[in-house]
């Protein structure tokens, strides 16, 4: 723990710094002349439910963006939870290392976002959505709408930047955050999806409560993907098509169990389009494995501007006009569960990902995982049918629950990570190289395993100074 400490205290010196000098592109800051950003993300979307993924639920304005631009297969994000996922996503730091690592958390004073970064550039920073992200100081965006009251996108007050963005000849980065599909699945048109007619995937017991609440996750979804349409079209209605980069992420997987809250791939792969007339080849795809840390250089690199020193994240670039194929070669992840609701006292997870296995690590096993989905009512039912001798319900509901302290998974055989391969002695080679990468890690992000866990408590914005929150 001492050693923890010492890292705690030194955190300042790992942080980037803003540098001013030499961040701007020559040329013209014009909104219709330079390089325009336009993030749109949901909340708890597993990627392969959506059409444009080949799921169950239509995402006509998705497919559409697919179709100009390239899809990415393989995009993961650090975290399975919503706030550790966008204070990654916004500082292009990985979780431990921003201070930001459980949920309903905050990072670290003197971490900077892309807010500050944009501003410096001489780019407005708009911001309409959810938020999830603290210190306010840390994320100095010009929010367009009020997060308490709307979780959604305000498209009248987006009208309003963007016109006046063009009105100002003034560049943007815009961030566009869902609440959708998250729970309350209480948006768009569940009769669209009648759930007899649903195809459950292998992770799910088939009862009553889950196809009810499938049908309305999937509802949510083209909702969702409504709100896209909608982002899209005020784009046009500006003549901004052709200038701005667009990027949709679906961020982690939805709220049953096996995504969420778990490091199995459902938990941490996101879909993602990019958009970029001109320079993105329509209709592309790509296997090139990259992470929610690296949008942010990959902005500055694709406007000609000095990408930010100290960050964890790369650009992709290259990767999107064609001049590469591949970008990392591992992929990393973590759960924390101190913070969630009904979660257990501690339960950490850490993951490490290439492009065909995946391995993760429990590192408390003997305790009993428990969260949100462990309250539902479909839940109970999966437990019933458990208890009647029904063989897939019994392995999903303890599966779920007891895990081994290691897990091994070939994510090209079994994407839904239900075979572990950790005891398969031709596969040992492989268990080993990847216990080697995650360790070194975790050394480079001062992650310390157990103790980080327990020192969790302490990073959930309710129990911080500056929310002079009480233990």
Not at 94 to 108: D, F, I, K, L, Q
């Amino acid at each position: 723990m001492n050693t923890l400490k010492s890292f705690l205290n030194l955190k300042s010196t790992l942080f980037p710094v803003l540098i001013l000098g030499g961040l701007l592109a020559t040329g013209s800051l014009a909104a219709k002349e330079s390089l325009n950003f336009l993030l749109i993300m949901a909340d708890d979307l597993t990627v392969n439910d959506a059409s444009v993924y080949g799921g169950q639920a239509a995402t006509p304005n998705m497919e559409a963006l697919a179709a100009q631009g390239m899809r990415f297969d393989r995009c993961y994000q650090a975290a399975p939870m919503c706030s550790p996922t966008r204070h990654a996503l916004y500082t292009s730091l990985y979780p431990v290392r921003s201070g930001a690592w459980p949920n309903h958390t905050y990072v670290y004073d003197g971490v900077k976002s892309i807010a500050h970064y944009l501003q410096a550039a001489g780019y407005r920073a708009g911001f309409s959505g959810k938020t999830h992200i603290n210190p306010p100081e840390a994320f100095p965006f010009e929010y367009l709408s009020e997060a308490a009251k709307n979780k959604n996108p305000d498209f009248p007050a987006v009208d309003r930047f963007l016109a006046d963005c063009v009105e100002q000849d003034q560049p943007f980065g815009l961030i566009l955050c869902s609440n959708e599909p998250h729970t309350p699945w209480n948006k768009g048109d569940p009769s669209a999806y009648p759930p007899e007619e649903l195809v459950l995937p292998p992770v799910m017991v088939d009862t009553p409560a889950t196809r009810a609440d499938y049908s309305k996750y999937l509802a949510e979804i083209s909702y969702f993907d409504s709100q896209v349409g909608q982002a899209m079209e005020l784009l046009k209605k500006y003549g901004l098509e052709n200038n701005t980069l667009v990027v949709v992420l679906t961020e982690q997987g939805n709220a049953f169990p096996y995504a969420k809250w778990t490091c199995y791939d459902a938990g941490l792969h996101s879909g993602m389009i990019v958009r970029w007339p001109g320079t993105v080849r329509p209709g592309s795809e790509t296997q090139a494995l990259v992470e929610y840390i690296d949008v942010l250089p990959t902005f500055f690199d694709a406007a000609g501007l000095t990408v930010p020193d100290g960050l964890d994240g790369r650009s992709f670039l290259p990767v999107l006009t064609g001049l590469a194929d591949n970008h990392k070669d591992y992929v990393f992840g973590l759960q924390t569960s101190r913070g969630i609701h009904n979660g257990p006292g501690y339960y950490g997870i850490r993951s490490v990902r290439d492009a065909q296995f995946r391995y993760i690590r429990n590192l408390t096993p003997e305790i009993t995982f428990t969260n949100w989905v462990t309250k539902q009512d479909w839940w109970e039912e999966w437990k019933a049918a458990a208890a009647d001798g029904n063989t897939h319900a019994s392995l999903l509901v303890s599966g779920y629950q007891s895990r081994p302290a290691e897990e091994l998974y070939n994510c090209q055989a079994d994407p839904w990570n239900r075979h572990n391969l950790a005891g398969d002695p031709e596969l040992a080679h492989v268990l080993q190289r990847l216990r080697n990468r995650l360790d070194q890690w975790m050394e480079s992000q001062g992650d310390q395993g157990q103790p980080t866990e327990l020192a969790a408590r302490g990073r959930l914005w309710r129990h911080s100074p500056q929310n002079q929150g009480e233990d």
